[in-house]
């Protein structure tokens, strides 16, 4: 055990998701209990770093939040503080590096580490503090599933059971009412909501941002099954599904965001196009439902649960051994730990860390599993 870590710090970026709060449980309750570390929780993620706003947290903090969905401590998806958005009385914008700020803050706390919890714009972040000397541990979140060099992010599979209850609940207005219900969920430009939410709810047409579609393939398979007596179908959509030859949708832009562009709206494209291509022929009805942010909230599962304890302790473990600048990863079912810089990129080429981001194999066993029961990706 490092006998120099007295005191750590711990912060959530990025957007939410289902396990946050299991992570930072484990992370006080390993700390306290394994190491006798005292923990600082810095409130809003890297913005609460910046202006100092922060909870000295004890084993009373973290009872009763390990089912809840979301985080104690709060976040934003925003607040770059290498490259922080500043507004003058005259409402003049200019963008500074206030990460030495931060710097100071942890210094004032004598904080000896410091816990990132955080999708790919958090870990940039956390990565750069890295460099400049913070003793950094990364835990990767999204429910993505698409950050490198670990097999599963927490808040995925409790994602996954989002989509598979809403793709259950449509299949009974599909029925009763001989429907095309398409079902669009999230996922940015990875498909593995989509695909295993697809399967898991018995989807007759899955369609992934890695597999373009083709909609006369789509309306063909939809036809047939029409014409072999199943009246309904459902669909699950991506949001960052693509067709043939053609662009994203994307929903609106914000560029204060490191991901700038918000995506969504392919539910009801899909939707119009079938209307023109299969209603005329088998007159039935088509109706897109956008899940949104469902799948980011709820009752922590239980896999996700056990899954973001390890995660937690791990890193906290990690502090111990002074593994620092890492990110927590999770292989074969071990615990183990990548450079952050090699999950995110060293920034040094200009290379975006979406670039490498883990994307469903479109000739991969998932994908082949789902065509052999019949499912279409419109390819
Ligand atoms: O990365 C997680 C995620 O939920 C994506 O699936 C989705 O595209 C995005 O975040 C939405 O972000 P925001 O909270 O900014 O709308």
């Known amino acids: 055990m490092n006998k120099k870590i007295k005191k750590i710090a711990i912060l959530t970026g990025g957007g939410d998701c289902s396990g946050l709060n299991a992570v930072i449980r484990a992370v006080v309750k390993t700390a306290i209990l394994k190491y006798g570390y005292e923990v600082t929780g810095f409130i809003g993620g890297y913005h609460g770093l910046y202006t100092n706003n922060y909870w000295e947290m004890d084993m009373k903090s973290v009872s009763g939040i390990f089912h809840q969905g979301g985080t104690i401590l709060k ?20 963008y500074e590096d206030v990460s030495d700020v931060a710097i100071e803050n942890l210094k004032k706390h ?5 816990v990132i919890i955080g999708g790919d714009g958090t870990l940039t972040s956390a990565r750069d503090f890295a460099r400049k000397g913070v003793n950094v541990i990364g835990i990767p979140k999204t429910i993505d599933n698409d950050v490198p060099s670990t097999e599963i992010t927490f808040g995925y599979r409790t994602a996954l059971d989002h989509i598979m209850e809403s793709l259950d609940a449509l299949h009974t207005t599909a029925y009763s009412h001989n429907r095309i219900m398409i079902l669009e969920v999230m996922g940015r430009h990875a498909g593995w909501l989509a695909l295993e939410g697809g399967i898991a709810g018995s989807a007759d047409v899955i369609l992934i941002p890695e597999i373009a579609y083709d909609i006369e393939k789509v309306s063909n398979h939809l036809i047939a099954r029409f014409n072999r007596g199943s009246h309904f179908s459902i669909l699950c959509v991506s949001e960052g599904a693509v067709p043939k030859g053609g662009e994203v949708t994307v929903k609106a832009v914000d560029k204060q965001k490191p991901d700038s562009e918000r995506l969504g709206g392919i539910g009801d494209v899909v939707a119009e196009q079938l209307r023109q291509h299969v209603k005329p022929v088998t007159g039935q009805d088509i109706r897109n439902t956008t899940l949104g942010y469902i799948q980011r909230g709820g009752v922590t599962n239980t896999f996700d649960r056990v899954l973001s304890t390890k995660y937690g302790a791990h890193a906290v473990d990690m502090i111990a051994g002074g593994k620092f600048g890492r990110m927590v990863t999770i292989n074969d079912d071990k615990m183990c730990s990548v450079p952050i810089k090699e999950v995110v990129g060293t920034g040094e080429t200009g290379e975006t860390s979406r670039g490498g981001a883990r994307r469903v194999d479109p000739n991969g066993d998932l994908v082949n599993t789902a065509k052999d029961i019949g499912i279409s990706f419109g390819d």
Not at 84 to 91: A, H, I, L, T
Not at 110 to 114: C, E, S, V
Request: net charge negative; no cysteine; aromatic share 8%.
């Open 75 to 94: 976040m934003s998806n925003r607040d770059n503080l290498f490259n922080y958005r500043m507004v003058d009385e005259d409402g003049n914008v200019r």
């Open 110 to 114: 004598d904080i000896d580490a410091l």
